[in-house]
């Protein structure tokens, strides 16, 4: 059984910093992509940042600059730092990865959502 744990986010002013981890964990060989997505209320879920196995990443355009996506392929781990954040960041961001069990099956899932609010 696999699980997808995350850990983070809270409240902070406007111009503030956080950071978030997301965890896999279980019968893994390996994790795939790894990403962050976040929704706000009333819309459907949007792309923040992804990182692939070998460590490429793609970030949604509000937040270039501004937040990083990093992995450690060691401890199957995503992190994402949001630094300058805005009131509009404000959401709830999920984690998702696929990955390959020890048995060759190939799954995915998402974390459980973190609320993060920024105060103007």
């Known amino acids: 059984q696999v699980h997808v744990l995350q850990s983070g986010g809270g409240l902070v002013q406007a111009g503030g910093s956080l950071r978030l981890s997301c965890t896999v964990s279980?019968?893994?060989?390996?994790?795939?992509?790894m990403g962050w997505y976040r929704q706000m209320p009333g819309t459907h879920r949007d792309m923040v940042a992804t990182?692939?196995?070998?460590?490429?990443?793609n970030y949604k355009d509000s937040v270039k600059g501004r937040f990083t996506i990093s992995r450690d392929n060691a401890k199957n781990t995503v992190y994402l730092q949001m630094n300058s954040l805005k009131p509009e960041d404000t959401a709830v961001y999920y984690c998702?990865?696929?990955?390959?069990?020890?048995?060759?099956?190939?799954?995915?899932?998402w974390g459980p959502g973190t609320q993060v609010t920024v105060s103007s």
């Open positions: 998702n990865s696929d990955w390959r069990t020890t048995l060759g099956v190939i799954g995915g899932d």
């Open positions: 279980g019968d893994i060989a390996s994790v795939r992509n």
């Open positions: 990182i692939t196995e070998s460590g490429g990443t």
